[in-house]
Every structure is written in structure tokens, then in C-alpha cells.
């Protein structure tokens, strides 16, 4: 089945970096859309940026710049760098794939920014 993993979450000051990775297994990694979307409390989940197989990127008008999505097909992993953290970036970040015809999503990784 599909399986979603994340990792690379924390407690950081404002200004500061992270690095999150998302391990995938149960499907072909290689040719499908992988994204990263975020949930703060009491809002619904957004979508921060997503990458195509091929490496196509697109990014939340709110990120751009700040975060990188990448990935490496041979690990079956997505990254999501992200830097200049800011306090409204706090929430629980999830990795995502549409895949037999339905979004799997990871259980999550808490991203906490201090001002």
C-alpha cells in the first residue's frame, strides 16, 4: 500500500531553516506529482508547493522564494527547504501523492517558528 513518511520537523526562531523529507513506498515514485501542503490550527490544509515527475515546481504565492521543493527519484524522497522562516509558517506540514486515483497523505510533521 501506499506509504508516506515524513520527517525533518522542529522548533525554530524566525529567520531560521528546516528541511523536511517525505520517504515514499508503494507506488512509482518517478512519474507522479508529489506535494507538500500545511494545516495551522483551525484552518484548513493548504497547499505550499508541489513538484511534477518530470520536476515541474509550483509554489503557494506565500513561500515563493523562501521554500524549495525537490526531489530524488532514486531515494523515492520529496524535500521541502525551507528558509526564512516566519511565525505564520507554523503548522503541521503533510506530504501528499494522488495515486490509484486518490490523494495518500503522511501523518505529518509539526513546523513551529518562534518570533
Known amino acids: 500500500q501506499v506509504q508516506l513518511v515524513e520527517s525533518g520537523g522542529g522548533l525554530v526562531q524566525a529567520g531560521g531553516s528546516l528541511r523536511l523529507s517525505c520517504a515514499a513506498s508503494g507506488f ?4 507522479r506529482t508529489m506535494g507538500w501542503y500545511r494545516q495551522a ?13 518530470g520536476g515541474s515546481t509550483n509554489y503557494a504565492d ?22 526564512s522562516l516566519k ?4 503548522a ?7 495515486v490509484f486515483g486518490k490523494y495518500s497523505w503522511g501523518q505529518g510533521t509539526q513546523v513551529t517558528v518562534s518570533s
Open 62 to 83: 506565500s513561500v515563493k522564494g523562501r521554500f524549495t521543493i525537490s526531489r530524488d527519484n532514486a531515494k523515492n524522497t520529496v524535500y521541502l527547504q525551507m528558509n
Open 87 to 90: 511565525p505564520e509558517d507554523t
Open 41 to 53: 490550527p483551525g484552518k484548513q490544509r493548504d497547499l505550499v508547493a508541489a513538484i511534477t515527475g
Open 92 to 98: 503541521v506540514y503533510y506530504c501528499s501523492a494522488y
Open 28 to 31: 512509482i515514485f518517478g512519474i
